[in-house]
């Protein structure tokens, strides 16, 4: 069965940096993303990448900032956050999907629990 599990997320200073790991069994899909949920707001698309072909994709509000990657060997989709930002603070998921296009999140099928991202002033 497909389980996405997420882990890396903790409490960074502003500036700082997390790297994000996104632990992939099942089959494997064609996207996967990164999505986040701060409290009182709706999920936003982070960024995304084929698994295929590793292009990425990414919000303006983090394009510069984070990087999305993936290891084929080891089955794991990595969000690495360089300048973290408070407004950068929130839930963070692991999605994919066989669907798109990447930018619409209805097209994702699959979760991950998420896993929080808090970053002080």
């Known amino acids: 069965q497909v389980q996405l599990v997420e882990s890396g997320g903790g409490l960074v200073q502003a500036g700082g940096s997390l790297r994000l790991s996104c632990a992939a069994s099942?089959?494997?899909?064609?996207?996967y993303a990164w999505v986040r949920q701060a409290p009182r707001k709706e999920r936003e698309f982070v960024a995304a990448i084929s698994w295929s072909g590793g292009n990425t994709y990414y919000a303006p509000s983090v394009k510069g900032r984070f990087s999305i990657s993936r290891d084929k060997a080891e089955n794991t989709v990595y969000l690495q956050m360089n300048s973290l930002k408070p407004e950068d603070t929130a839930v963070y998921y692991c999605a994919a999907s066989n669907s798109g296009p990447y930018y619409r999140l209805s097209e994702y099928n699959y979760w991950g629990q998420g896993t929080q991202v808090t970053v002080s002033s």
């Open positions: 099942g089959r494997t899909f064609s996207m």
